[in-house]
């Protein structure tokens, strides 16, 4: 072995499996229940890349938060970003796919949807995790999910929000900040900057979603 070559070895056993194939299990579960209310017959192969896409996330989510040391191996770092930006190009394929063999459905732009909200809190944690930026960055992942928290409280907050290209443009943003300062080349100060700009953009996004609720609402 030359000298001072890294000495990272994970050893990716049952034990590693199992925190890929815990998470995965429950996405799934969640996923044939939402299907009652699929309208095609087919499961198609738009979310077959979805439901690929949970695969990953969940082998990312694992590897980040089961070896100790790994904030310091760049190789292996190098490895998790390639698969983030893998899982990120899958994004756009699924939706392509779905247009492509008409099969859009309202359960599949969910299932996308919570795939990447988890996506973004696996990515949040990660960067915590990497001393990247401060505990702050957590908000990233967890602002989806305490909209929907907030919605049992203000049911308003329910209510249909209209497509719209500024809010599929920020959850893109915020993945390519956050798998941009997992990078090992990327450092603090500069990591918590663009973490900083990744959650600026995300709290202009739901500010105007819930403007728009809750105005909507208020007004017939």
Known sequence: MVAGAATFLPHFDWTFVAWVMAPLAWIYLLTLRGLRAYPHDRFGP???????????????????????????????????????????????????????FRQ?????????????AFFILILSGAALFLGKAGPWVLLI???RYGFVVAGWFVPRLNGPLFPSLRRKAVCVLQIACLCAILMPIVAPPLSSVIAAAALAGL??????????????TATG
């Open 104 to 116: 859009e459905s309202a359960f599949g732009a969910r299932f996308d949807m919570e795939v990447d």
């Open 141 to 143: 992942g967890l602002m």
């Open 46 to 100: 738009a979310n077959v890349v979805t439901a690929f896409r949970a695969a990953l996330v969940c082998l990312v989510a694992a590897t980040f938060f089961r070896f100790q040391g790994l904030a310091h191996e760049q190789a292996m770092l190098w490895c998790l970003v390639a698969t983030v930006v893998v899982t990120l190009a899958l994004d756009g394929v699924d939706g392509y796919l779905a247009r492509r």
């Open 203 to 216: 709290v202009y996004s739901f500010a105007v979603d819930i403007r728009f609720l809750l105005s909507r």
